[in-house]
């Protein structure tokens, strides 16, 4: 009789080596998949609202800005939509968006502001630029008063110069990794009153630097307390007094400016 490995035994072996095989297989598949999934899944979703019948510097600086989020959302997973539609600005329509921004203007009817301010009492988020936090006697918009910190607009100067800027304290995830100062491309700076500063709820981040004053051609502020941007801590918000440019200028031509764009974004879009 001839002595040999039971051939039922070499099946049952068999059988098994290649079932852990599989499952091992299976196993790398589903991770790698899921690896998949998550770096494609966008982080959060934007929806940038702008208009093209504004003063030129305005609409010049909304495209700047449009290029600049594109190219960020790309390099950083997240959706960047953009709408000259302000009807959009409703509870359906932004629903899908974690955040908003208002590049060159601000909601005109009584519907569209009754749907921001819900959309940020319920946790949305927001980064208004320049002309977006403007009011004053005419706009009626006590509780955009309020949301700004108290800010109401007081005046300006003209036409818009470069300044020197102070990152007040980098603790914030927005200003961390700014210079303590540096020179901001050429903007029309705006002078609040009373001062958002003054307000327990408002953290400045970026301050216009004294050195500046006085400031201003043709219409010239001498002096003031005059924050550049800060956010209500009360909300998920940041103002920039940043996006008017002069002669063509870009307002998106600085690096710790675009840093500053840049962070401020991705820290409201990450928030949860």
Do not use: C
Request: proline share 7%; aromatic share 14%; hydrophobic share 40%.
């Amino acid at each position: 009789m001839t002595h040999g490995t039971v051939p039922g035994k070499i099946n049952r072996r068999n059988y098994l080596t290649t079932g852990i095989r599989a499952l091992f297989a299976v196993a790398l598949l589903l991770l790698f998949w899921d690896g998949a999934v998550a770096a494609n899944y966008p982080g959060f979703k934007v929806l940038a609202f702008y208009s093209t019948d504004v003063e030129p510097d305005h609409v010049r600086t909304a495209n700047d800005a449009l290029a600049f989020y594109r190219d960020l959302a790309a390099k950083n997973n997240f959706v960047f939509d953009a709408t000259t539609d302000w009807a959009k600005l409703n509870e359906k329509d932004l629903k899908p968006y974690q955040l908003i921004l208002w590049l060159n203007n601000f909601p005109q009817t009584p519907e569209q502001r009754a749907a921001f301010e819900k959309y940020m009492e319920h946790g949305g988020g927001w980064i208004g630029f320049h002309v977006a936090g403007y009011n004053d006697e005419t706009t009626k918009w006590p509780w955009f008063v309020d949301f700004m910190g108290g800010a109401v607009f007081y005046t300006n100067n003209w036409p818009p110069l470069p300044a020197k800027l102070v990152v007040d304290g980098r603790t914030s995830p927005v200003t961390m990794n700014l210079p303590a100062t540096f020179m901001s491309p050429a903007n029309e700076w705006y002078l609040w009153k009373p001062s958002p500063r003054l307000n327990k709820d408002v953290q400045v981040l970026v301050t216009l630097d004294p050195s500046n004053y006085p400031i201003g051609i043709k219409d010239v502020i001498p002096s003031g307390d005059l924050p550049v941007v800060w956010t209500n801590k009360k909300y998920r918000m940041i103002y920039m007094n940043m996006g008017h440019g002069a002669n063509g200028e870009k307002i998106y031509s600085d690096p710790a400016q675009n840093m500053l764009f840049a962070n401020a974004i991705l820290w409201l879009g990450n928030q949860k």
